[in-house]
């Protein structure tokens, strides 16, 4: 499973190079790596896990759900007058990070 997330937060990271895009600022890097691994942690959760893997999940998710759900309103704010970056923003407020409590 760390194999996964740590892929998951490299590909997001890069995902600007990947695109062809234009790099964007660090701090909406960070928030699409969070908001990547919050929704891949959403899919990774089973009942039947072993305790530990369960806990570990969750400690996991309440790291980077929480992270992003509190990025999402900021980086709005800070990038509003900003279409292309605020789409970028958008297009990664996926159902996970919204959903978080």
Do not use: W
């Not at 701090?27 to 806990?55: M, S, T, W």
């Not at 970028?88 to 407020?93: D, G, T, V």
């Amino acid at each position: 499973m760390r194999f996964h997330l740590i892929f998951t937060i490299l590909f997001a990271t890069h995902l600007p190079a990947l695109c062809g895009s234009k790099s964007l600022p660090r701090d909406i890097k960070a928030f699409v790596a969070n908001a990547q691994a919050c929704e891949h942690l959403g899919g990774e959760y089973d009942g039947q896990l072993p305790e530990d893997q369960k806990r570990e999940i969750e400690r996991d998710v309440r790291k980077y759900c929480g992270a992003a759900s509190r990025q999402l309103p900021k980086l709005r704010a800070k990038y509003k007058r900003n279409a292309a970056l605020l789409e970028a923003i958008n297009s990664h407020a996926n159902e996970a990070v919204l959903s978080y409590r």
